[in-house]
């Protein structure tokens, strides 16, 4: 960019130069060839009269020339976390939910640059919290690295969340985030999600619990929100279904573009809208401490049955 000032004698004799501005050309060789040249621009001819020339350079600007104020609070990071990593490797967690009882199988691996290697300690990272049924990737603590959280099934009525963290020494730590239990739903098919409801570049925690195995028609459900889990994990979404369907979901979606997501809770399989796929949504608005829900149960329509 150029800035140009201008001085006027009463006669306009003499018009001031501007400073010297920076600019890049190419000059065609057959090849582009980067190179610099130093250009000024009077913004009209010198007079003709006696009067001093002013010197072509006449400093530099600072900041304050601009008169800019930066409306952001003090510490405030426009990429709303501590730091990101511009590369990164993904480690591999899989699970293999077992049709009954606790017998699920799982195992953790590491990334390409390791050779997928299997992570030794993976079989001890869940203690005697239960068995895993399902599992996400989350950013719960604003750090450049994800987290794991696998939800475990204790038993019929409790279940356990539980984030696995990657320290920098390239081990693999455990913390028990939240225990969730039910007196009136068999918590048999148990899943977790996450969303960022409130847009703080934290990950909100969701967990869905049914009395049937996935596919297969259920007439109990569950759905809770937890927001922040290391801060507390405050409840702000419960939902309860009672009546046949064969699966309910809880998923983050923006669907106003504002940054913070919803959540759709969605049903499959419903006995009375065959062919229908109905959906919910709910919001965290600002200040509230639950979620709101903002509209009753909406139909997407299919040509054959949503039976998964």
């Not at 794991?148 to 455990?174: E, F, H, I, K, P």
């Not at 195995?213 to 809770?224: A, I, N, Y």
Request: glycine share 12%; proline share 4%; with cysteine.
């Amino acid at each position: 960019m150029k800035y140009t000032r201008h001085s006027h004698s009463a006669n306009s004799k003499s018009v001031r130069p501007t400073r010297r501005s920076l600019a890049m050309g190419w000059i065609p060789f057959g090849c582009l060839v980067p190179a610099w040249f130093f250009v000024g621009c009077s913004g009209g001819s010198a007079g003709t009269g006696g009067g001093d020339q002013n010197s072509v350079n006449e400093g530099t600007y600072s900041v304050a020339d601009f008169q800019y104020t930066d409306h952001r609070p003090a510490g405030a990071n426009p990429l709303g976390q501590e730091g990101f990593r511009a590369l990164s490797r993904d480690e591999c967690f899989t699970l293999i939910p077992a049709s009954v009882g606790p017998t699920h199988t799982y195992e953790l691996r590491e990334g390409p640059d390791a050779n997928y290697d299997l992570v030794p300690e993976a079989s001890g990272l869940f203690g005697n919290w239960g068995y895993p049924t399902s599992a996400v990737r989350a950013q719960l603590d604003g750090d450049a690295e994800e987290e794991l959280v696998v939800a475990l099934r204790a038993n019929n009525s409790w279940v356990n969340l539980v984030r696995v963290d990657r320290q920098s020494d390239g081990s693999y730590v455990s913390e028990l985030l939240h225990g969730v239990g039910s007196n009136h739903t068999q918590m048999i098919d148990v899943r977790v999600s996450v969303a960022d409801v409130d847009n703080d570049f934290r990950d909100e925690l969701f967990l869905v619990a049914r009395n049937a195995l996935f596919g297969e028609s259920g007439d109990r459900g569950e759905v809770w929100g937890f927001e922040d889990p290391l801060d507390g994990g405050d409840r702000i979404l419960t939902y309860t279904r009672s009546g046949q369907h064969i699966n309910l979901w809880a998923h983050g979606a923006d669907v106003d573009g504002d940054g913070a997501h919803e959540v759709v809770v969605a049903l499959t399989g419903d006995s009375t809208d065959s062919g229908r796929f109905p959906v919910r949504l709910y919001e965290l608005e600002e200040g509230e401490l639950g979620m709101t829900q903002l509209h009753g149960w909406q139909y997407l329509y299919a040509a054959t049955d949503f039976d998964y």
